[in-house]
């Protein structure tokens, strides 16, 4: 979409201010799971972070974990669309995004966790091609 721009990186602070303005639209609040201080500061140390912007403004959020050699499985712990920007393709664009860089590391396949409580999410990653493993996780091969 026009003057969408990906933006890698990301303090802890800038993580946790996007994080509170989509807190409560993951079925049972972010914030009601995790101390989102904590949470954000974990992010920004051991986490890659992307962000995408509208006109320079956040409106997309993904911390992913591209670390395991062994397995070559990355994990995604948070992706979040801002409310007032979703169902435009956001999600699929930051998705792909970090799709790409966990392929250019290696990795081969891409999991994550979407609560029950959350159909949205899990209606969103079936359509692009993830599917429940043996462990109620969602997982997509990327090779
Ligand atoms: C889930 C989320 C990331 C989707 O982002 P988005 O930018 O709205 O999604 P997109 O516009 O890229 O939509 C891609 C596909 O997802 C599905 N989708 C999007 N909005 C949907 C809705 N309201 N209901 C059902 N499916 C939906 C559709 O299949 C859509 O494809 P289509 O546009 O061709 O119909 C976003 O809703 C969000 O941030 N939710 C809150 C946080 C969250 O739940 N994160 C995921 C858990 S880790």
């Given at each position: ?31 009601s ?25 956040p ?19 948070s ?26 590391t ?38």
């Amino acid at each position: 979409m026009e003057g969408w721009k990906i933006l890698k990186g990301g303090s802890a602070d800038r993580i946790l201010e996007f994080l509170r303005s989509v807190d409560d639209s993951f079925g049972p609040s972010l914030s009601s799971r995790v101390d989102l201080h904590i949470y954000s500061q974990k992010l920004a140390n051991d986490a890659e972070n992307i962000f995408l912007t509208a006109n320079g403004m956040p409106i997309a959020h993904a911390a992913f974990y591209c670390n395991d050699r062994n397995t070559k499985v990355a994990f995604v712990s948070s992706l979040s669309v801002r409310a007032e920007f979703r169902g435009k393709g956001a999600g699929e664009f930051l998705i792909n995004t970090v799709i790409q860089n966990c392929a250019a590391t290696g990795m081969e396949s891409v999991r994550l966790e979407a609560l029950d409580q959350n159909p949205r999410a899990i209606t969103f990653y079936r359509k692009l091609g993830f599917e429940i493993n043996n462990f109620g996780a969602m997982e997509k091969r990327i090779t």
